[in-house]
């Protein structure tokens, strides 16, 4: 059933990480993120914006406008995005390059950075 859906809903829950997301990217479908607070995995390097819709639980009401005024156009750009960061969520063994084990490490090395930088510039 996702296969075939355009959006995906991916409301946040009560765990930190969620397989909402990932299983719409697998299904090749526009994740529509459900949140006020939620920050998307590998959020540090993905724009999440040219591939996802953003909607916050106050706005509920109005997700089907809201995924209405999206054109044909933006959404297949926005698929065509969805697949192409496929890769970055697939688990390999052994890793590949951009692989999910990847981008987990490179974004541990990116929060250890930015945790020496503002350390010290106290």
Request: with cysteine; proline share 6%; charged share 25%.
């Amino acid at each position: 059933m996702l296969k075939r859906s355009k959006f995906c809903l991916c409301p946040s829950g009560y765990e930190v990480a969620s397989p909402r997301v990932v299983e719409a990217i697998y299904a090749e479908c526009v994740p529509v993120l459900i949140s006020d607070s939620y920050v998307p995995p590998f959020s540090d390097v993905l724009n999440w914006n040219s591939f996802s819709v953003q909607v916050e639980v106050k706005d509920i009401h109005r997700i089907k406008d809201i995924l209405m005024a999206i054109s044909q156009r933006q959404y297949l750009r926005m698929q065509r995005r969805v697949k192409q960061v496929q890769r970055h969520f697939v688990i390999n063994g052994p890793p590949k390059r951009f692989d999910v084990f990847h981008m987990t490490i490179h974004s541990i090395w990116l929060r250890r950075l930015n945790v020496q930088i503002m350390d010290f510039s106290d």
